[in-house]
T-cell receptor, first 114, second 113 residues
Framework: EDQVTQSPEALRLQEGESSSLNCSYT??????LFWYRQDPGKGPEFLFT???AGEEKEKERLKATLTKKESFLHITAPKPEDSATYLC???????????????FGGGTRLMVKP | GAGVSQSPRYKVTKRGQDVALRCDPI?????LYWYRQALGQGPEFLTY????????KSGLPNDRFSAERPEGSISTLTIQRTEQRDSAMYRC???????????FGQGTRLTVV
């Protein structure tokens, strides 16, 4: 069965304290791995798509990496405004009639204290 | 429009009533998805449209749920004979192409009492 697991469920950091969020996946065929940010009361906001092992993408203090089994979202010197829930999702090659139908993990709730 | 727009933002309905949730995707986006999100969880797929064609409805929980997108733009998710277990946040997302990133709306919070 296809599974996406995110860890930790919650993470508290001090401002400036770098860390990584993990997304491990067990799927039959990966088309792409997506990272989204979700603020309370809002819809998920797209951050990155990764397609192949070894790929990396960066945006401001965030860097996403991908291996054959997991993805990491590295946060460098976080600020309080980085506090949010970060969602990982996969799109599978088997879902040919479902476009980029996403299977989401449970998310990591990040809290950055000033 | 500037983003995916969903209406209403909040809907409270009595058990047994029918509800219709509306999604207005980003202009020009051919793909449209409906998801349902429980509190503290990631969204779960319900159904997918490519233009006006509903190409996957494998995530719809039962036959009380249906969706349409008759002109390939606005979509409506309808829940008939609502039950308390239908209470959730319903999210719509759209994308420019079938395999490009999806952009989500703010959702409709449905409460069945």
């Amino acid at each position: 069965e296809d599974q996406v697991t995110q860890s930790p469920e919650a993470l508290r950091l001090q401002e400036g304290e770098s860390s990584s969020l993990n997304c491990s996946y067990t799927v039959s065929g990966l088309r792409g791995l997506f990272w989204y940010r979700q603020d309370p009361g809002k819809g998920p906001e797209f951050l990155f798509t990764l397609y192949s092992a070894g790929e990396e993408k960066e945006k401001e203090r965030l860097k996403a990496t991908l291996t054959k089994k997991e993805s990491f979202l590295h946060i460098t010197a976080p600020k309080p405004e980085d506090s949010a829930t970060y969602l990982c999702a996969v799109s599978l090659t088997m879902n040919n009639n479902a476009g980029n139908m996403l299977t989401f993990g449970g998310g990591t709730r990040l809290m950055v204290k000033p | 429009g500037a983003g995916v727009s969903q209406s209403p933002r909040y809907k409270v309905t009595k058990r047994g009533q029918d509800v219709a949730l509306r999604c207005d995707p980003i202009s020009g986006h051919v793909s449209l998805y409906w998801y349902r999100q429980a509190l503290g969880q990631g969204p779960e797929f319900l159904t997918y449209f490519n233009y006006e064609a509903q190409q996957d409805k494998s995530g719809l929980p039962n036959d009380r749920f249906s969706a349409e997108r008759p002109e390939g733009s606005i979509s409506t998710l309808t829940i008939q004979r609502t039950e308390q277990r239908d209470s959730a946040m319903y999210r719509c997302a759209s994308s420019l192409g079938s395999y490009t990133e999806a952009f989500f709306g703010q959702g409709t919070r449905l409460t069945v009492v």
